[in-house]
């Protein structure tokens, strides 16, 4: 079956300090993959997605994250965080198919909380 | 250039009345998605739309969801009756491809609904 598992429900960290949220997927086949960000009362803004290439992908906001196929991860970093990320972070798979009609499948989500 | 436009923000209901949600999506984009987002879980896809046919209803509840984007441009989605488990967030998005090889996908701000 396929999933998306964002193992930390909640992460708290101080402005200035390097963040880490992490993303495994369960999928038949190298999905596509995706970083949204929500703020409260936002609709979600997309923050990076990895197609194929190099696996460490540059996003918006000075955001980074890395594919690792032996892993099935695509965990998303930021060496210095600021008290506007405080968010919630969601990590999403689509399929590559062809005919694929483009359906995303969002993990849980990780709030991030930023601490002065 | 305008985002993907929603209304209303908010809304509370009885269980068993009826409620509508409208949505906007930015001028030109073909696909369309309603997704319903419970607290504490990411978006699932509940309906999607190339132009104004439904390619994709497979997780929408047909007993009590409806949706209709009837001249291929806004988009209505209603529930008759609503259930205490419908209480979420509504969140509509459209994208200019239907691939999620090129498919970024604009939110709105979602609909807050609760069912008292």
């Known amino acids: 079956a396929q999933s998306v598992t964002q193992p930390d429900i909640h992460i708290t960290v101080s402005e200035g300090a390097s963040l880490e949220l992490r993303c495994n997927y369960s999928?038949?086949?190298?999905?596509?993959l995706f970083w949204y960000v929500q703020s409260p009362g936002q609709g979600l803004q997309l923050l990076l997605k990895?197609?194929?290439?190099?696996?460490l992908v540059q996003g918006i906001k000075g955001f980074e994250a890395e594919f690792k196929r032996s892993q099935s991860s695509f965990n998303l970093r930021k060496p210095s965080v600021h008290w506007s990320d405080a968010a919630e972070y969601f990590c999403?798979?689509?399929?590559?198919?062809?005919?694929?009609?483009?359906?995303?499948?969002f993990g849980a989500g990780t709030q991030v909380v930023v601490t002065p | 250039e305008a985002g993907v436009a929603q209304s209303p923000r908010y809304k509370i209901i009885e269980k068993r009345q009826s409620v509508a949600f409208w949505c906007n999506p930015i001028?030109?984009?073909?696909?369309l998605y309603w997704y319903q987002q419970i607290l504490g879980q990411g978006p699932k896809l509940l309906i999607q739309?190339?132009?104004?046919?439904?390619?994709?209803d497979s997780q929408l509840p047909k007993d009590r969801f409806s949706a209709e984007r009837l001249k291929g441009v806004d988009s209505t989605l209603k529930i008759q009756p609503a259930k205490l488990e419908d209480s979420a967030v509504y969140l509509c998005?459209?994208?200019?491809?239907?691939?999620?090889?090129?498919?970024?996908?604009?939110f709105g701000p979602g609909t807050r609904l609760t069912v008292l």
């Open positions: 998005a459209s994208s200019l491809e239907r691939l999620a090889g090129t498919n970024e996908q604009f």
């Open positions: 999928y038949g086949a190298t999905p596509y």
């Open positions: 990895y197609f194929s290439g190099d696996t």
């Open positions: 999403a798979v689509g399929p590559k198919a062809t005919d694929s009609w483009g359906k995303l499948q």
């Open positions: 001028s030109g984009h073909a696909t």
């Open positions: 739309f190339q132009n104004n046919g439904v390619v994709d």
